[in-house]
T-cell receptor
Framework: GQQVMQIPQYQHVQEGEDFTTYCNSS?????IQWYKQRPGGHPVFLIQ???SGEVKKQKRLTFQFGEAKKNSSLHITATQTTDVGTYFC?????????WGAGTKLIIKP | EAGVAQSPRYKIIEKRQSVAFWCNPI?????LYWYQQILGQGPKLLIQ????????DSQLPKDRFSAERLKGVDSTLKIQPAKLEDSAVYLC????????????????FGPGTRLTVT
């Protein structure tokens, strides 16, 4: 079945540094959703990307969908403590989402 | 609007016992999902309902897991008998609908039920 690779598994950053997570697929994706899960919480929808080369911004978060629709990225500028959590990409396959393993953002004390 | 409700929030059982989880989706949401999330992993879809019909249950271990959504609203997920490897958070989510077209609907998750099997 379709699989998605999300890297890195963890990223430790100082508050104020940038953070990026990448999502890669071997097959062309129809669309991709991104979710954030705070420690002890449940996934919360962030955004959906549909078009090739699409770039969407939400304040300090920038989401990109690759031209070939096989990869996507999430970039956070100037991280804050409120950004802590695990970020999941979830491409759609047929009628269900295929969840990556997530990238855990950790702010160094 | 009220979110997805789940109960109980925590459950501890011994292996070979049975357990049931309940979910009430957001009002008007046709699609309901049950996920299993093991610590450190992404959610794994167990079953997806469209109204009261099953869309996909290919990853549901049917020898021990069962789920129903009889009236197309709330749903229950049961495990009988439980195994140690069933220890996980069970998440219920709902969405307005689902689509085979490029567009799709975001999923709203409940708080989850943390199951510990000893």
């Amino acid at each position: 079945g379709q699989q998605v690779m999300q890297i890195p598994q963890y990223q430790h950053v100082q508050e104020g540094e940038d953070f990026t997570t990448y999502c890669n697929s071997s097959t062309t994706l129809s669309n991709i959703q991104w979710y954030k899960q705070r420690p002890g919480g449940h996934p919360v929808f962030l955004i959906q990307l549909v078009k090739s080369g699409e770039v969407k911004k939400q304040k300090r978060l920038t989401f990109q969908f690759g031209e070939a629709k096989k990869n996507s990225s999430l970039h956070i500028t100037a991280t804050q403590t409120t950004d802590v959590g695990t970020y999941f990409c979830a491409p759609k396959s047929n009628y269900q989402l295929i969840w990556g393993a997530g990238t855990k953002l950790i702010i160094k004390p | 609007e009220a979110g997805v409700a789940q109960s109980p929030r925590y459950k501890i059982i011994e292996k070979r016992q049975s357990v049931a989880f309940w979910c009430n989706p957001i009002s008007g949401h046709a699609t309901l999902y049950w996920y299993q999330q093991i610590l450190g992993q992404g959610p794994k879809l167990l079953i997806q309902f469209q109204n009261n019909g099953v869309v996909d249950d290919s990853q549901l271990p049917k020898d021990r897991f069962s789920a129903e959504r009889l009236k197309g609203v709330d749903s229950t997920l049961k495990i009988q008998p439980a195994k140690l490897e069933d220890s996980a958070v069970y998440l219920c989510a709902s969405s307005l609908d689902y689509s085979r077209l490029a567009g799709d609907y975001e999923q709203y998750f409940g708080p989850g039920t943390r199951l510990t099997v000893t």
